[in-house]
């Protein structure tokens, strides 16, 4: 099985920064691709960034397009979201998930990582 583990998050000042990574192992790193997503307390889990196996080709949600950058290294099965201008709704549990389509859906993805907890205060 693929495993992702996440790491990372913590407690940021609004306007900061913070850069999440996620870790694979179980599969062949470079064959999926890489979506974040987040949950806050109270609302659904949403879609934030997605990466191709190759990194050609990136989505990202509204909400973060032009602050947050995924990215990966295949050659160190770690796929990272670089959060800047952080704010304090972007305070969540962050997810790494793995699939074999990029997408913005999280029905597309197969394996989840354990979330790690981004919060941002004023």
């Keep these: 099985q693929v495993q992702l583990v996440e790491s990372g998050g913590g407690l940021v000042q609004a306007g900061g920064s913070l850069r999440l990574s996620c870790t694979a192992s179980g599969r062949a790193f470079s064959s999926y691709a890489m979506g974040w997503f987040r949950q806050a307390p109270g609302k659904e889990r949403e879609f934030v960034a ?9 989505y990202y949600a509204d909400s973060v397009k032009g602050r947050f950058t995924i990215s990966r290294d295949n050659a160190k099965n770690t796929v990272y979201l670089q959060m800047n201008s952080l704010k304090l709704e972007d305070t969540a549990v962050y997810y790494c998930a793995s699939g ?3 997408s913005r859906a999280s029905g597309r993805y197969d394996y989840w990582g354990q979330g790690t907890q981004v919060t941002v205060s004023s």
């Design 100 to 102: 074999y389509v990029v």
């Design 50 to 58: 997605a990466i191709s196996r190759s990194g050609g080709i990136t």
